[in-house]
């Protein structure tokens, strides 16, 4: 399971605020890495943004490798 979520807004000169990407990756390092390369990337465009490195926190039982919960199987219960 990834562990950290990037994502990345797009900042527009009016003050508001485009989400443009979010993706999974596996530790702090690699997501503040991958940060930067897409930060600089839109810097050298003329274009502001921000981003966020977010630990996923996992769910509570059954979940797939994007942290979300998995349906219980109706024989199951």
């Not at 990756?25 to 943004?49: I, M, P, S």
Request: glycine share 6%; net charge negative.
């Amino acid at each position: 399971m990834k562990s950290f979520v990037l994502i990345l807004w797009l900042l527009t000169g009016d003050g508001r605020q485009q989400p443009i990407l979010t993706q999974y990756l596996d530790d702090e390092a690699a997501c503040a890495a991958t940060a930067k390369v897409l930060a600089d990337r839109h810097a050298a465009r003329g274009q502001r943004v921000r981003y966020l490195c977010h630990e996923v926190v996992p769910e509570v039982g059954d979940v797939d490798e994007m942290g979300n919960p998995i349906a219980a199987h109706p024989s199951a219960q």
